[in-house]
Nanobody, 116 residues
Framework: VQLQASGGGLVQAGGSLRLSCAVSGSSFSRFGAAWFRQGPSGHRDLVAT???????TYADSVKGRFTISRDNAKSTVYLQMNSLKPEDTAVYYC???????????WGQGTLVTVSS
């Protein structure tokens, strides 16, 4: 399984970006999906999750602004980011987990820079 993240870039505060994570390999629909981000602090923080049943969770800092979604037919996970703030600046990583066998995969990261 390989994950290819894309969609990062430079945007002004208040703007929007949509990140994509294309997943190669089989059994995409069985995986839980998540987006993490790593900012200047160096910590990799959980941003949003989506289970294989469609249930979602969000970090408090992004609730109401970010939306995680998935297209099982395209084996792709998305993160729609609206009302971006400078503190959202980070490298964003997609993550896929299959809890039964304990499989976990990471994308390479895509940089989001929000200017004030």
């Amino acid at each position: 399984v390989q994950l290819q993240a894309s969609g990062g870039g430079l945007v002004q505060a208040g703007g929007s970006l949509r990140l994509s994570c294309a997943v190669s390999g089989s059994s995409f629909s069985r995986f839980g999906a998540a987006w993490f981000r790593q900012g200047p602090s160096g910590h990799r923080d959980l941003v949003a999750t989506m289970g294989n049943g469609g249930d979602t969770t969000y970090a408090d800092s992004v609730k109401g602004r970010f939306t995680i979604s998935r297209d099982n037919a395209k084996s792709t996970v998305y993160l729609q980011m609206n009302s971006l703030k400078p503190e959202d600046t980070a490298v964003y990583y997609c993550n896929m987990v299959l809890t039964g066998p304990g499989l976990e995969y990471w994308g390479q990261g895509t940089l989001v820079t929000v200017s004030s």
